[in-house]
């Protein structure tokens, strides 16, 4: 029997994980308080954006309510008496700006419920505890053996799993922990499909895989039973923290950071490796790594939440990794975020960012090489290196490994079919979504360039140099049309030439009107005038004027020419 006889609720589209931005556009006062409206956009697109009013007393209780993550933000102080002033009001937008990229920017905090639900109320307004409940009540009903302690509220990231503290009524002192989840973008596989997978979890048997005691599922979410670990997980050892405490009080301000001994490093890492290489030649997708997915069972690693991407949930680091096109396959994604986590487990703290400059001192040469070959640049550029290389690297091949348990996760081959091809459609979401912000990069990039103080001040000259340039080449064409027009005279004259000068052919008989479509293929250019051959001239006319012309200079007689008196007045008469 079904756990919920509910209607289902169907998938969830939206992604969590996509970042939000937030800009204060402009402030309208009221009669006794100021309104700041502000234009949120999901991811890259302006389309998806949205107009949000927050008055200074919304960011003051939001700004409370997020004291619990012991982190310093800068939201601007109180001002009872002037708080009016425009100018004022101006400073005050600019340090509420200021707020509002401190919060978008921080991984942790701008993936929590309660920024989530101050930027975009309409998509984050549900209380997803109270559903939880209604399912897992619901499941109580077909399962009676199973109660509910407590709710551990908040213990994790993702704003729509919730988890709750278990008790079995056959064996009260065992300890349980119940997670429930409802489906997200990227679930592929159909309901036949999906809750086989579900049932099949219980049956997975691995040394470095936490043991799941229950799972099932209807056609709108899941829950997973497990046993609660005392101890907490590997982010809780990192960071030295409670594990059922909330999931900003333990990790967004840690009191002491500090990175584990070489020797966890790589018996942890190799460990984790190991399970990685297991899901992969299986073919079951994982995609979900990360340091509080890894549970700590005395000295050994155990991997959490194989759920997830049969779910269809976005993984943790998905805001990083979707902004490199070589990290396009879920393998590629398991390498990248073993990253984070080696990284995580070697300083004590998370890169600050993506890709890594430079690694600080570590305990050992090897892990900067592990290190650089999974969050450098050069390796984001090239892609991730395959699990089984990895392994061969110096830092873990000579770890020992000495649990005998031998693994089993026995998938039929139809299901193996229907994950392959649920894979294939996650991968191609990502790749989609990968290829648009890399053209949303490209165009932001080139749009800053151009916009560029520089680039501008070489447009002034550009501009100026074709100005100049236009000039000349227009004054000179004129020159030319002023020279051509003294030089013809008339249609039937041409200029007066030596004997021994080229004489330029005439174009006084030639037609002006346009050539008839299509037209003739280009005159060759004219050759340059130099002394030397005469080209015939096609008029007859001005042929014999020109003849007649240069008889009358060759027979020219100083001689024959008559005397004529003149009278000078130019000379200065003195009377």
């Given at each position: 029997?079904?756990f919920m006889e509910k209607?289902?609720a169907?998938?969830?589209?939206l992604?969590d994980t996509?970042?939000?931005?937030a800009?204060?556009e402009a402030?309208q006062?009221?009669h006794?308080h100021?309104?700041?409206i502000?234009?949120?956009?999901r ?6 954006s949205?107009?949000i009013?927050r008055r ?5 209780l939001l700004n409370s309510?997020l004291?619990?993550s012991a982190l310093?933000?800068p939201?601007?102080?109180k001002k009872?008496i002037?708080?009016?002033d ?7 937008q600019k340090?509420?700006?200021n707020y509002?990229?401190v919060l978008?920017?921080?991984h942790?905090?701008s ?8 930027l975009?109320?309409n998509?984050?307004s ?5 559903i939880?409940?209604q399912?897992v009540?619901?499941?109580f009903?077909s399962?009676p053996k199973?109660e509910v302690?407590?709710p ?11 988890y709750?503290l ?6 009260p002192?065992?300890?349980l922990?119940?997670?429930?989840a409802d489906f997200?973008?990227?679930k592929?596989l159909?309901?036949k499909d999906?809750?086989?997978?579900v ?9 470095y895989?936490?043991?799941v005691?229950?799972?099932?599922a209807?056609e709108?979410?899941?829950l997973?039973?497990r046993?609660f ?5 590997l ?7 409670k594990?059922?405490d909330?999931?900003l009080?333990?990790?967004?301000n840690p009191?002491k950071?500090q990175g584990l001994?070489?020797q ?16 992969h ?9 990360h340091?509080?997915?890894?549970v700590l069972d005395?000295?050994?690693?155990k991997?959490l939440?194989l759920?997830?991407?049969l779910?269809?949930l976005?993984?943790?680091y998905?805001s990083?990794?979707?902004?490199f096109?070589?990290?396009?396959t879920l393998?590629g994604v398991?390498?990248?975020c ?8 070697t ?7 993506i890709p ?5 001192p ?9 290190l650089e070959s999974l969050?450098?640049?050069e390796a ?11 392994l061969q ?5 000579d770890i020992l490994l000495?649990?005998?348990e031998?693994?089993?996760f026995?998938?039929?081959?139809k ?12 991968e ?12 949303h990069?490209?165009l932001?990039?080139?749009q ?15 501009a100026r140099?074709k ?6 080449e227009s004054?000179?064409e004129h020159l030319?049309?002023?020279s ?6 008339s249609g039937?004259s ?9 004489t330029p ?6 037609s ?5 479509p299509p037209?003739?293929?280009?005159a ?6 130099m002394?030397?051959a005469v080209?015939p001239?096609?008029?007859p ?8 012309l240069?008889?009358?200079i060759?027979n020219?007689q100083?001689?024959a020419l008559k005397?004529?008196?003149?009278c ?5 008469r003195?009377s």
């Amino acid at each position: 029997m079904a756990f919920m006889e509910k209607p289902p609720a169907g998938k969830v589209l939206l992604d969590d994980t996509v970042p939000l931005t937030a800009v204060i556009e402009a402030s309208q006062s009221l009669h006794s308080h100021t309104e700041y409206i502000i234009r949120v956009q999901r991811g890259i697109s302006m389309e998806n954006s949205w107009q949000i009013v927050r008055r200074y007393s919304d960011f003051d209780l939001l700004n409370s309510s997020l004291q619990i993550s012991a982190l310093s933000l800068p939201l601007p102080p109180k001002k009872l008496i002037g708080n009016m002033d425009r100018e004022f009001i101006a400073e005050r937008q600019k340090g509420l700006q200021n707020y509002l990229n401190v919060l978008t920017a921080n991984h942790i905090l701008s993936n929590c419920e309660l920024v989530k639900k101050f930027l975009d109320p309409n998509n984050y307004s549900v209380n997803y505890t109270e559903i939880a409940l209604q399912h897992v009540s619901m499941f109580f009903r077909s399962e009676p053996k199973w109660e509910v302690a407590e709710p551990l509220k908040d213990i994790g990231w993702r704003i729509r799993k919730r988890y709750f503290l278990m008790k079995s009524k056959n064996q009260p002192k065992e300890r349980l922990v119940l997670s429930w989840a409802d489906f997200g973008p990227d679930k592929y596989l159909s309901d036949k499909d999906f809750q086989c997978a579900v049932k099949l979890l219980p049956s997975c048997s691995h040394p470095y895989i936490y043991k799941v005691t229950f799972a099932t599922a209807n056609e709108s979410s899941a829950l997973v039973i497990r046993p609660f670990n005392e101890k907490g997980t590997l982010k809780d050892l990192i960071y030295k923290a409670k594990p059922k405490d909330p999931f900003l009080k333990k990790y967004c301000n840690p009191k002491k950071i500090q990175g584990l001994e070489l020797q966890q490093i790589k018996t942890f890492g190799r460990q984790i490796l190991e399970v990685l290489k297991f899901l992969h030649e299986k073919g079951f997708p994982y995609g979900h790594l990360h340091s509080s997915n890894v549970v700590l069972d005395g000295d050994t690693c155990k991997l959490l939440d194989l759920e997830n991407s049969l779910l269809g949930l976005p993984s943790f680091y998905r805001s990083y990794f979707s902004q490199f096109r070589k990290i396009n396959t879920l393998e590629g994604v398991d390498v990248h975020c073993f990253g984070h986590l080696l990284y995580e487990m070697t300083y004590g703290r998370p890169p600050d960012s993506i890709p890594v400059d430079g690694f600080p001192p570590a305990p050992s040469a090897s892990v900067v090489a592990v290190l650089e070959s999974l969050l450098s640049c050069e390796a984001l550029k090239n892609g991730m290196p395959a699990v089984s290389k990895i392994l061969q690297m110096s830092l873990f091949s000579d770890i020992l490994l000495t649990n005998s348990e031998k693994p089993q996760f026995k998938i039929p081959t139809k299901l193996k079919e229907a994950l392959k091809t649920a894979k294939e459609c996650i991968e191609k979401r990502l790749t989609e979504e990968q290829k648009l912000i890399h053209q949303h990069r490209r165009l932001t990039r080139a749009q800053s360039h151009h916009g560029s103080e520089e680039e501008k001040k070489k447009r002034k000259i550009l501009a100026r140099k074709k100005s100049k340039l236009t000039a000349f080449e227009s004054g000179e064409e004129h020159l030319a049309k002023y020279s051509n027009s003294n030089n013809s005279g008339s249609g039937a004259s041409s200029p007066m030439t030596s004997p021994s000068s080229p004489t330029p052919p005439s174009t006084a008989g030639v037609s002006t009107m346009p050539p008839p479509p299509p037209p003739p293929p280009a005159a060759p250019p004219l050759p340059p005038q130099m002394d030397g051959a005469v080209q015939p001239d096609p008029s007859p006319g001005a042929s014999a004027g020109r003849e007649a012309l240069l008889s009358s200079i060759q027979n020219f007689q100083k001689g024959a020419l008559k005397k004529a008196d003149t009278c000078d007045y130019s000379v200065p008469r003195i009377s």
